[in-house]
């Protein structure tokens, strides 16, 4: 967030996420979206700096709104994490070359704290599958209390990493669907404290 504005908007925004959760806390504790990694992708750090970010990508019959990069290609966010957080994002190949290799497209979700990267969670996609696949990863290990009185998760500032490489040069594009760190409301809540206490102590 660039402004105490922008960051109260922001704050405002979780709010009203966690007032429709709890309204739909009958039929299931839904998830609250505290970040939006479409929106935040403009101030994410792009290796090759040519990924895209566009309104909706159609794989099979539905259409969500996508970042689009180029394979090899990495994609990495810097924020703190929430507590109990998941990364949830739907992936699929798109863009392969007729008459190329076609060959399968990694998808990677990895964390890091500027000295140690972690790979979270994988999956390997060929050209020829169809529809997006759902793909998540644990972020719960990074924010919340821990064991350790020297570890304090909720106080670093987090590399979030999505990455894409391939076997081949299949001219193919790596689609991220949605991409989103979702969490509880009780969680969200504490999250936009802490989210805009980080902001204000920045700016003094």
Known sequence: MTSAAAMYGY??????????????????????????LIDEFERAEQRPPAGLRIPAHAAGSVALPAIVMPVPSRVTWRFPLPRNGVL????????????????????RIGIADDRIYEGLTEITLTPEERGWIDLRADLSAYAGRKWSLFYRPDRII?????????????????????????????AAREYAARRLALHLSQRQ
Do not use: Q, Y
């Open 11 to 36: 704050i405002l925004c979780i709010a009203s996420l966690i007032g429709i959760a709890g309204c739909e806390r009958s039929a299931g504790a839904a998830p609250v979206r505290v970040i939006d």
């Open 88 to 107: 949830h994002t739907f992936v699929a190949v798109a863009g392969a070359a007729p008459g190329t290799s076609r060959a399968p497209v990694r998808f």
């Open 158 to 186: 987090w590399n979030v990493v999505l990455a894409a490489d391939a076997g081949g040069n299949g001219g193919a594009m790596a689609v991220w669907g949605s991409p989103e760190i979702v969490t509880d409301a009780r």
